[in-house]
């Protein structure tokens, strides 16, 4: 099926047949923790740069995606990933110790769905049987890349998140067992409501979400009524509560919900909630996947959410653009 | 077919219907400059940063495509790129001009052809009619970035290659008229053969260039002398005749070539060559391209070559994971 406004249909039932999820100390404290596979003690260990303490852990999600689908890395075509540090360097690294063929991805905190629907594709044109897709974000790295060293103990305003520290990949297989399929997917496009306060990106992306939520319901004619839940990835508390405002869905309220607003659950430590392109990886590969395996989940919409900043566009005074891209996953009947 | 280690062959005949490459004012000194669609008089207009100036390259080679290919923009289902730039910045500004759906790709300098590889894709499982398909770069965001300020003229050793500005992008259609076809293409692996000098990246990358052309050559049963070239994006001289020495292939002294070898002919100026996401996207949507269509190339593998460092990953001491991205392209006779 063609393009409606870049909404894909997929035929063939790429589905996910596992997951792995490794997270950070910080991290045992979120809503999800008890769905994490493994929750690390440390930030990096003693010797490891951030950067290499990144890299582990898509190394350990990987190992464990594949430990848990019962596959083995050679058998796996493809590898797609990426982060939100300079270069992509701790997902490149990772591929460099998986040595399968790699293709890197980037669209921010929106790379993990990037990633599924790039695999869902080499799945959907026969081009490939496995691949494994995700992204990560390592908060040590990544403050000290866009804000501060966290040495500095920067005061954070209340509408700001927190950069979660987690690897998040999905091992995609063509019509896996009791696995939850991916029927559609819809690419985003940049969005700039005109924000520039790095600090409150809630507000950045929520337009970017908007547009892509909008175009995926009328090019598949379904109704908001239709998912059991549409989870954005990390627009935060307030962004969240910016996108319901957004839609005259009487059922936005309870159906609109995201990764980022939840990860930590009321704790006013994290401010506004979770970010970071290892955020929606952490739950939708977790959580909502769980949910979809148990079919308490039926159909669900994940949007990630990805504000495409830079700290030197936004020492040049640039307003911040943002993509969301979506994946549509179903739990069909177990037979 | 599915992949036998990272080929594809495409069956639906994804096609590059027209090109259009944007050029800087060094680049008017290159071998191929006749072949290029516009060669600007400055790096940036009066006001604009540099990295405003890399976005507009995009947006004019992007317009050059459509205008030449007679297509509307608002026909292009997809637009895939990426640049060197921290965050693909550049090319998400593009982007947000554009205002189709999106995907960013980074693979540094090998981002041109994992563009063409993931449009292709979205083409062969019909999922697309038309898709834009590059990449870009731009001297002095660059050098700035990875190296140093331009201002501060700093000694280039022989070894070094000059960083192309130009943007180069693709129209691509399933069977367009008149239009080279791509057949194939194989994924790359990061590759590291332990190289650590930033100003030597020809040695870094050539081991991921072998890998590649040696599965593509495998995995579709070919020979090098089957084709008219097998051209390297941005190895340089030095680089080329490392790959070269690599090869027990009496045709490999021929047949293999490298765009940013060629790219500014003898000038010493330039030492190994050039490099750059724009070198080789300039080279095989111009040069390549124009070769292919009038029928003198009848079948080539374009094999774009990526250096994953970042400065940061150098000042800590790591060396220089490599990736090689790989399409054969032919022309059929034309009818």
Partial sequence: MVIKSGTIQFKENPSIASTGVVV???????????????????????GETFEQAHTHFIEKACKETLRKGHEKLENVDVFIGGDLVNQLSPTNFAARELAIPFLGVFS???????SVILGSLLLESGNAKSVLAGASSHHPSVERQFRYPLEYGAQRPGTSQWTVTAAGFALLQKHAKNAPIITHATIGRVVDGGQKNPLFMGAAMAPAARDTIERHLTNTNSRMADYDVIMTGDLGKIGLSILKEMFQDENSGVILQDAGAQFYGEDEFFKAGASGAGCSAAVYFSYVFNQL????????LLVATGALLSPLTFQQGETIPCIAHAIECRMEKRG
Same sequence: chains 1, 2.
């Fill in 293 to 300: 395996k148990s079919g308490v989940y039926k159909r669900v």
């Fill in 108 to 114: 921010a905190c929106a790379s993990s769905v990037e």
């Fill in 24 to 46: 950070g100390p910080t991290e045992k404290k979120s809503t999800f923790a008890e769905s994490f596979d493994e929750v690390l003690l440390l930030e990096n260990e003693k």
